[in-house]
């Protein structure tokens, strides 16, 4: 089971099972949080990697892929991992805010998108 204990930006959760998580956050985020171009929003592209996932945006008018989430995951020994959670910039067209909470939500068990 993952407990994590918000402190600031940084969670420590009772799970180094490392490719477990980050394909769990992946795959919600993915299921969550992407979406192509249209005129009403910038598309939003979920990575992941051996230390965590992002999610950028993207437009023909950014020219390159901008940063709005990251998660890493990063072991704090004693078997327990630190999850670090940091929002990056958005603008007027970017309708979802508070990516932290769902992925506190996510390792809390409810895996459901927010509304907001």
């Known amino acids: 089971e993952i407990m994590p204990s918000l402190v ?3 969670m ?3 799970d180094r099972d ?3 998580v980050i394909l769990k956050l992946a795959g919600l985020a993915k299921q969550c949080w992407a979406r192509e171009y249209s005129p009403w929003g910038d598309a939003i592209e979920i990575r ?3 230390y965590g996932i992002t999610a950028n945006r993207a437009a023909p008018d950014l ?3 901008k940063p709005m989430f990251s998660a890493s995951l990063l072991d704090s020994g004693e ?3 630190t999850v670090i959670l940091s929002e990056g ?3 007027f067209l970017c309708t979802k805010n508070g990516y932290s909470d769902d992925v506190v939500r996510w390792l809390n068990g409810d895996e459901t998108c927010s509304t907001s």
Request: charge should be neutral.
């Open 12 to 14: 420590c959760i009772r």
């Open 63 to 65: 020219g390159v892929m």
């Open 8 to 10: 600031g930006s940084e």
């Open 18 to 20: 490392y490719d477990k």
């Open 89 to 91: 910039e958005c603008d």
């Open 48 to 50: 992941y990697s051996n």
């Open 79 to 81: 078997k327990k991992s």
